[in-house]
Every structure is written in structure tokens, then in C-alpha cells.
């Protein structure tokens, strides 16, 4: 049997009162009348009717974990165009004075993990690094995390919305269109894009674009 010897330490959070964390028998008994969307449907020992949904514990935080990368990778995407709209929305082109207003990162939402880390010999007699934490620690932060994601995606939604509504006045003011330059182009009888014109990426992108065109204008 291995024995582990361990030490409780504050800063990671991890209790040496684990009484809460526990693992009891549920009851899970149903007299089932039917069900909807994976879920059982019927009376409990009270005759209520209940609908009761049953996950495995490792799906369930895999599912929160999964919920948790897409709500990020949208927050990241907002995140980017936010900077990108302050970016040209500061240049002197667009009447901007030249300074950034930046905004926070969100690399260091996540807090850090309680994790209780232990080195030692394993029953083989090989060194070890084992990393422990409680479940519920775990599937409840993942929950807290998605809730801080989604409230900092709203304000990163409401700054963006007025950020871009403030440069197409800029772009328009210079003649350029209010939203960015997107690609032009056509698919030939073989299939192969041919791009006419191609989308703005920067600020000299879209002063490029409007000298092009204003050339073909004035050829025509």
C-alpha cells in the first residue's frame, strides 16, 4: 500500500478538512414513464414527477472544459478586432492622435489551480510527480471561469461595437468606406478564384485600395 504524507499548503488552497469533498451513494431510482433529449422522465419514491438527467463524471467536465474553449476562442476573436479597431481608430490618417488606447489581456483570466503536488517513490520504486485535486474544485471553477468569460465578452462586445461605429465616421470622413475593404473576385470555368481586388488587412491597405480605384475612375 502507498502511503502519502501530506501538507496542507495555504496558498494552493487545498484543505486538510476534506470532509466536504467526500464521494456518496446517490439515489438514483426512478419509476420511468418516458424520455426526452437523453433524459428519464417519471416518479421518485414521493410520486413527484421528475425528469432526471444522469452524465458521467468525466463527461460532464470534459462538456464544461469544451464550453469554456469555445466561449474563449470568441472572446479572443472579439478581443483581437477590439485592438485592431483602436489601432487604426489612433492613426493620424483618421484623425487619431497616434496613442493606443489599450485594453487588458485575457491570457490571466483563469485562476490558478488547486493543486496539491507530491515527489516521491511509487510502489515500483521509480520517482514520481503526483499532481492531485479535487473533483468538485475543478468542475466548479471550470463553471465560475465560463461565467467570468461570458460577462468579459459582453463588455469586450459593447467597447467593439462603439469602436467601430466611431471609425466608419473617420474612414468616411477620408473617403473611405465605413467597414473595411473586403475581397473581390470571381472562379473562373476551371474553378480557380481569381481575386480582382484583395481584402484590407491595415489602414495602408485601405489607402491603397482607394488609390487604386479612384486611378481606374478617372481612366474610364
Not at 154 to 161: G, P, T, Y
Request: charge should be neutral; glycine fraction near 6%; hydrophobic fraction near 30%.
Amino acid at each position: 500500500m502507498k502511503l502519502f504524507f501530506l501538507t496542507c499548503i495555504s496558498i494552493l488552497a487545498f484543505s486538510c478538512s476534506s470532509s466536504d469533498k467526500k464521494v456518496y451513494e446517490i439515489d438514483t431510482s426512478l419509476d420511468q414513464k418516458g424520455a426526452v433529449d437523453g433524459k428519464r422522465i417519471g416518479l421518485n419514491d414521493d410520486g413527484e414527477a421528475i425528469i432526471q438527467e444522469e452524465i458521467d463524471a468525466d463527461d460532464e467536465l470534459r462538456q464544461q472544459q469544451w464550453a469554456n474553449n469555445r466561449v474563449y476562442e470568441n472572446l479572443e476573436n472579439d478581443h483581437h478586432d477590439l485592438n485592431r479597431c483602436r489601432t487604426d481608430l489612433s492613426d493620424p490618417r483618421l484623425s487619431g492622435s497616434g496613442e493606443v488606447q489599450r485594453i487588458p489581456e485575457i491570457d490571466s483570466m483563469k485562476s490558478i489551480d488547486s493543486i496539491k503536488e507530491d515527489f516521491g517513490l511509487n510502489e515500483g520504486g521509480e520517482l514520481k510527480v503526483v499532481r492531485k485535486e479535487y473533483y468538485l474544485d475543478r468542475l466548479k471553477k471550470e463553471r465560475k471561469y465560463e461565467v467570468s468569460l461570458r460577462k468579459t465578452q459582453k463588455i469586450v462586445k459593447r467597447h467593439l461595437a462603439e469602436c467601430e461605429r466611431k471609425m466608419g465616421y473617420a474612414r468616411a470622413k477620408q473617403g473611405l468606406p465605413s467597414r473595411r475593404y473586403t475581397a473581390k473576385g470571381y472562379f473562373d470555368q476551371t474553378g480557380t478564384w481569381i481575386q480582382v481586388r484583395k481584402a484590407e488587412l491595415t489602414l495602408d491597405d485601405a489607402f491603397e485600395i482607394k488609390a487604386k480605384d479612384q486611378i481606374k475612375s478617372t481612366a474610364m
